[in-house]
Each structure stands twice: as structure tokens, then as C-alpha cells.
């Protein structure tokens, strides 16, 4: 929390805005596709999720990107930090990837979703919850990669869920 502000657009890029006088600071290209999702890592380090398939992985101090993952097959609609330090990804592809920050590997690929995530969200004890265009919150459990529930009632797409102050969905 510097006073910055950093927003994505369907222009492809990101810009890094102040605050404090409304001005733009930078703008990071890279992205041949919307920018759909942005997380900041706990480096500092900024993470956006792209229609052009990608994750980039930015330094907000230069500017520079200094990773891309390029493993998912569909659009990247959402971005989760999750309390170990790794990152989730979801995709049009119908996966959610775990990815390990440091080297930038693909870890796990969770798949079980019918239609694609549109929102992930982490449990403090590891799990997650996955809200899907299928109608469907799943919760996964990392150990094996499978989707331990589904909870169904919707009767259309989920756009978000939050998880209440005792770890409820």
C-alpha cells in the first residue's frame, strides 16, 4: 500500500497509477490480448492474466516483465494468491493451474469444471474454491489434485464467491 493503483484494460496493457495526484506512472506492455486479471504478489512483483493466454509475471519498478506462463490453452479469466505463496490460474480452457512463483513451473493442473472459472478463492487452511460458468463451486484439496466437493443449486453461471469471517463459503 504505496499509493499506487494498477489497472488492467481491454487496450492489452496495465497501467500503474498514483493516487495521490491522478497520474499515470507507467504503462506495461506486453499482452497481445485483454488484460483480464491482476494480482500483486507478495514480492511486490504484479501478476495479470491475459486473453492472449499468458500470465505475466511484472517488475512495477521498471516496468519490465520478467515472466510469462504461457500453459493454459484459453483465455486466463482469473488469478488467486494462495496462503503457501503459490498462485492460481483459471482459464477458458476449464482448468485452474497451480503455479510455483519463483521459477514460474506449472505445478498441478485441477480439472473438473465443465465451463470455465470465473473466480477462485483460497481457504486459509490450503483448499480452494473454484466459481464456474457450469453452474458449480468446487472446493479442492492440493494433496491430490481432485475436487473433494461440488456444491450446485445456481441456475446459471457464478461470477464470484467470498468466503465468510469463519472460513464459510
Do not use: Q
Not at 65 to 80: A, R
Not at 143 to 161: A, E, N, P, Q, R
Request: charged share 20%.
Amino acid at each position: 500500500p504505496d499509493g499506487r493503483l494498477a489497472s488492467g484494460s481491454l487496450d492489452n496493457n496495465i497501467k500503474i497509477w498514483n493516487l495521490a495526484d491522478g497520474t499515470c506512472e507507467k504503462t506495461l506492455w506486453g499482452h497481445r490480448g485483454y488484460v483480464w486479471c491482476l494480482i500483486l504478489l507478495p514480492d511486490g512483483r504484479l501478476a495479470s492474466g491475459s486473453w492472449d493466454k499468458t500470465i505475466k509475471i511484472w517488475n512495477v519498478a521498471d516496468g519490465t516483465c520478467e515472466k510469462t506462463l504461457n500453459n493454459h490453452t484459453g483465455y486466463v479469466e482469473c488469478l488467486s494468491l494462495l496462503p503457501d505463496g503459490r498462485m492460481a490460474s483459471g482459464s477458458l480452457d476449464n482448468s485452474i493451474k497451480i503455479w510455483n512463483l519463483p521459477d514460474g513451473t506449472c505445478e498441478e493442473t485441477l480439472l473438473g469444471h465443465t465451463d470455465y472459472p470465473e473466480f477462485l478463492s483460497p481457504f486459509p487452511d490450503g483448499r480452494l474454491a473454484s466459481a464456474s460458468r457450469d453452474n458449480t463451486i468446487k472446493i479442492w484439496k492440493f494433496v491430490d489434485g481432485i475436487s473433494v466437493k461440488t456444491l450446485k443449486g445456481h441456475t446459471d453461471s457464478l461470477w464470484y464467491l467470498s468466503l465468510l469471517p469463519d472460513g464459510r463459503l
